[in-house]
């Protein structure tokens, strides 16, 4: 049964049942914050269709612990206050934002950035490198970014999008922006810079994570 756990700009998916190759493995998953992206009133929602454009968004904020391994998925925008709650959030975990050893962006949108300033000694991870200080590593497709943790590349929303699968007790989650709501919408993306890759991307993770 696949359980849909965070949404927004960015999404979370898990399914019950606990895999073989997860036994042994203790990686959590944490939702932060829920992304969101809502239309103003009076205001154009789909940005780059009018110049006076605007609408509410939000990045779904996620947390990832496993051993010696602490990430923060989609650092990015928020309504006041939110941050200080997921900074407080993190706290209470015993997490301090030193402590973050990675961020992941599942894409390159502002949106999705825009607090990665927040996490100084953290490697930023995206859909093909690494980066740390001056040193720029990339990555293969289906990059084990540590045990049970994996960044697989899904274009389609733009071509340099990401997904993040962990493998947890609980069954396998998957960060993506593949979706942006708890319906599994928008069917078509009209933001997508390639609908057929989006297809192809969203049926993958579908046979990932279920």
Same mark, same amino acid.
């Given at each position: 049964?696949?359980?849909?756990?965070? /949404?927004? %700009? &960015?999404? =979370?998916?898990?399914?019950?049942?606990? +895999? *073989?190759?997860?036994?042994? @493995?203790?990686?959590?998953?944490?939702?932060?914050?829920?992304?969101?992206?809502?239309?103003?009133?009076?205001?154009?929602?789909?940005?780059?269709?009018?110049?006076?454009?605007?609408?509410?968004?939000?990045?779904?904020?996620?947390?990832?612990?496993?051993?010696?391994?602490?990430?923060?998925?989609?650092?990015?925008?928020?309504?006041?206050?939110?941050?200080? /709650?997921? %900074? &407080?959030? =993190?706290?209470?975990?015993?997490?301090? +934002? *030193?402590?973050?050893?990675? @961020?992941?962006?599942?894409?390159?949108?502002?949106?999705?950035?825009?607090?990665?300033?927040?996490?100084?000694?953290?490697?930023?991870?995206?859909?093909?490198?690494?980066?740390?200080?001056?040193?720029?590593?990339?990555?293969?497709?289906?990059?084990?970014?540590?045990?049970?943790?994996?960044?697989?590349?899904?274009?389609?929303?733009?071509?340099?999008?990401?997904?993040? %699968?962990?493998?947890?007790?609980?069954?396998?989650?998957?960060?993506?922006?593949?979706?942006?709501?708890?319906?599994?919408?928008?069917?078509?993306?009209?933001?997508?810079?390639?609908?057929?890759?989006?297809?192809?991307?969203?049926?993958?993770?579908?046979?990932?994570?279920?």
């Amino acid at each position: 049964m696949k359980q849909l756990i965070g /949404a927004g %700009l &960015a999404m =979370l998916m898990t399914i019950s049942g606990i +895999p *073989a190759y997860a036994e042994g @493995i203790d990686n959590r998953v944490t939702v932060l914050n829920p992304g969101y992206v809502q239309p103003i009133e009076g205001r154009g929602f789909l940005p780059g269709a009018q110049d006076d454009g605007a609408r509410n968004v939000a990045s779904t904020i996620s947390l990832v612990q496993g051993e010696d391994f602490i990430l923060v998925a989609d650092p990015g925008m928020a309504a006041v206050g939110v941050w200080d /709650a997921v %900074l &407080a959030q =993190l706290k209470a975990k015993d997490v301090e +934002p *030193a402590d973050v050893t990675h @961020i992941f962006i599942s894409h390159h949108h502002p949106d999705h950035v825009t607090q990665l300033g927040l996490f100084p000694n953290a490697t930023l991870v995206d859909f093909w490198a690494t980066y740390k200080d001056d040193v720029w590593s990339d990555h293969p497709d289906n990059y084990e970014l540590a045990p049970g943790v994996k960044v697989v590349r899904t274009p389609g929303h733009t071509d340099q999008d990401a997904s993040l %699968l962990v493998e947890t007790l609980e069954g396998t989650y998957a960060l993506t922006h593949l979706w942006w709501t708890p319906g599994y919408e928008p069917k078509e993306d009209p933001l997508a810079e390639d609908s057929r890759e989006i297809v192809h991307s969203r049926a993958m993770i579908l046979k990932e994570a279920d």
